[in-house]
């Protein structure tokens, strides 16, 4: 079976029914989907819940959309692979506890904008996060954008993704790794806690923050002071000035 490519904007798209069933039986890396939005096809609804058993993000687009991503004959199915490999939580977890370095992780709770997840990136790689853990529906694709926005800092640390972000902050805590969700919903500013620790900071999406289920099952809360009228930062921002407080207290 051969394999039908074309690129934008570094992304590399799969498209057309039989080569993304090959794709999908050779466990290729796929971080979203595009469906043709109203198209009846029996192969491409057993495509879509392939997808969704691996809880691949899926989107339901008209064609016009459709041919503006791809001008081949995509047949109604387009795929997005991802430019890098992720890797397990466990193999990520369990290789930084065999080090000698105070583990530190970023949790990633549905932040969208594909620009703030690169920059995030590029911050997280800078203050020597060890591995940033996000969630397989509903965040920002790992795409061409992400990879320019971190600057290329995406390939030089591991990416995690999970089913549920819950289940990864128990795994965490399990392996005694204190978590810390940054929330204004806190009296505690970051400055007040011991981030000397091995630790997880968990950052929300950008419209609603941390989600109230994460929140209720986490170790810490910190929150970052607003002096000014604005009562909120951008979460790229705000993940920066978390993650050098942990520098800050580390290198003491």
Do not use: W
């Not at 939580?89 to 930084?96: P, Q």
Request: glycine share 8%; aromatic share 6%; hydrophobic share 40%.
């Amino acid at each position: 079976m051969v394999f039908y490519f074309c690129t934008m904007k570094k992304e590399t798209l799969l498209f057309g029914i039989y080569p993304v069933i090959e794709a999908l039986k050779a466990k290729q890396t796929i971080d979203k989907a595009y469906v043709q939005k109203g198209l009846q096809s029996p192969k491409i609804d057993a495509i879509v819940a392939d997808l969704e058993a691996l809880n691949t993000t899926i989107s339901y687009v008209p064609l016009e959309k459709m041919e503006k991503l791809c001008r081949s004959n995509h047949q109604g199915i387009i795929l997005i692979s991802s430019p890098i490999e992720f890797v397990g939580l466990e193999t990520m977890v369990e290789a930084v506890l065999e080090s000698e370095k105070k583990p530190l992780f970023l949790i990633l709770d549905q932040i969208s904008d594909v620009r703030n997840f690169g920059a995030i990136l590029r911050t997280a790689e800078c203050t020597g996060v060890d591995g940033v853990i996000i969630q397989k529906k509903g965040g920002a694709p790992v795409s061409g954008d992400t990879v320019k926005t971190s600057a290329g800092a995406i390939f030089n640390i591991p990416i995690c993704k999970v089913d549920h972000i819950k289940d990864a902050i128990y795994y965490l805590q399990g392996s005694g790794i204190t978590t810390i969700a940054a929330t204004e919903k806190t009296q505690d500013t970051i400055y007040n806690l011991e981030l000397n620790e091995p630790m997880a900071i968990v950052m929300g999406s950008e419209g609603l923050g941390v989600s109230k289920s994460v929140l209720s099952i986490v170790d810490k809360k910190a929150s970052l002071p607003l002096l000014g009228v604005i009562n909120s930062l951008n979460v790229s921002v705000a993940c920066g000035a978390l993650l050098y407080e942990v520098v800050r207290q580390r290198s003491k």
